[in-house]
């Protein structure tokens, strides 16, 4: 298993050059090692997916922001034919200093944060299984209390945000009937994440779609942009 999500995790970054987003140079060894993600894992008290254990010792880099087309109308369902559109989400850098310096920051702040008696006001434990991975709009997360994913089924899916502007958490249906905190659902777990940012799962629907509008081809070169 460890093997065949290194070869996943590589292929990842070969995809993300070979589909002209990335360029050799943007990327470089990662120093990260098993160590350096326990003591992450026991200052926060949490357990990271095995898969992104193996993506944070993959590579260093530097860029955060990164797009690619998504299905717009049924994110669950994948329908074919469904109309597809550039999304941008910004994806945790990992510099070569202190690769793991931005992780740290985004977990310290989303805790602080969604705790916080003046804003979201949410109980420690209800929130204590999240890392933030990036951002879209807010923090963009991994909910690790969601462990049996299941594509067709939205309400198992593990990567989640909540918008930076949205304090009512109940609300904006971030917590669900049984009071557990569940964000926006927004794909079903990092694998999927990197199959399409990564892996352009949509690109060539996304390319035959504007061929039928009559619309210029993307330059992948501008599907990523390096950390200010």
Not at 60 to 84: M, N, Q, T, W
Not at 149 to 173: H, L, P, S, Y
Request: with cysteine; glycine share 6%; charged share 25%.
């Amino acid at each position: 298993m460890i093997r065949a999500e290194e070869n996943f995790i590589e292929k990842a970054f070969e995809a993300l050059i070979e589909r002209g987003v990335a360029s050799p140079s943007m990327l470089t060894t990662s120093t990260v090692t098993d160590g350096d993600i326990d003591a992450f894992e026991q200052r926060f008290d949490v357990r990271l997916p095995s898969l992104f254990r193996t993506y944070l010792k993959a590579y260093c880099y530097d860029f955060s922001v990164i797009c690619a087309p998504v299905p717009l109308d049924d994110r669950g369902h994948d329908l074919p034919g469904s109309e597809k559109g550039l999304c941008w989400i910004e994806l945790i850098s990992l510099p070569a200093k202190e690769p793991l310096g931005n992780l740290y920051a985004f977990m310290e702040s989303f805790r602080r944060i969604s705790t916080n008696k003046g804003l979201m006001n949410q109980r420690f434990e209800k929130i204590k299984n999240f890392v933030p991975i990036g951002d879209w709009d807010g923090p963009l997360c991994m909910n690790l209390n969601q462990i049996d994913v299941q594509q067709e089924q939205i309400n198992t899916w593990q990567i989640c945000r909540f918008e930076e502007t949205v304090f009512d958490w109940k609300g904006a249906g971030y917590i669900d009937a049984k009071g557990n905190v569940t964000g926006e659902r927004m794909f079903p777990d990092f694998r999927a994440l990197l199959e399409i940012f990564f892996y352009g799962k949509y690109d060539k629907a996304y390319e035959q779609q504007l061929r039928t509008y009559g619309e210029e081809m993307p330059d992948y070169s501008y599907y990523i942009q390096r950390r200010s």
